[in-house]
């Protein structure tokens, strides 16, 4: 089992930034990517950055180069850096914690953590 834990959610104005942090815990040997998704009211949960554990990332076209992933893996961390943010970027966000141990995956949550940007 892998507890997870966001924080650093909240209220900004357009154009603002915020981080979100995540920690992990508990069976955290075998967590291979980690990554944040949201999911804005009426719409489908979407990926929106990752990074492995090599430290390779990706994002979906709606963040890119307005928001950067990172990892310590040490502390079994993922941050979330949100720049130029936009009242479209309003959700919850919610870090993810994908587990492959002994060739089987395992996808763990956070409770989620709210971003609201004001236009």
């Not at 291979?32 to 719409?43: E, I, L, S």
């Not at 943010?85 to 395992?106: I, M, R, W």
Request: glycine content about 10%; overall charge neutral; some cysteine.
């Amino acid at each position: 089992q892998v507890q997870v834990l966001e924080s650093g959610g909240g209220l900004v104005q357009a154009g603002g930034s915020l981080r979100l942090s995540c920690a992990a815990s508990g069976n955290i040997f075998s967590i291979n990517t980690m990554g944040w998704y949201r999911q804005a009211p009426g719409q489908q949960r979407e990926l929106i950055a990752a990074i492995t554990r090599d430290g390779s990332t990706a994002y979906a076209d709606s963040v890119k180069g307005r928001f950067t992933i990172s990892r310590d893996i040490a502390k079994n961390t993922v941050n979330l850096q949100m720049n130029s943010l936009k009242p479209e970027d309003t959700a919850v966000y919610y870090c993810n914690v994908h587990v492959v141990l002994f060739g089987q995956s395992s996808d763990y949550w956070g409770l989620g953590t709210q971003v609201t940007v004001s236009s």
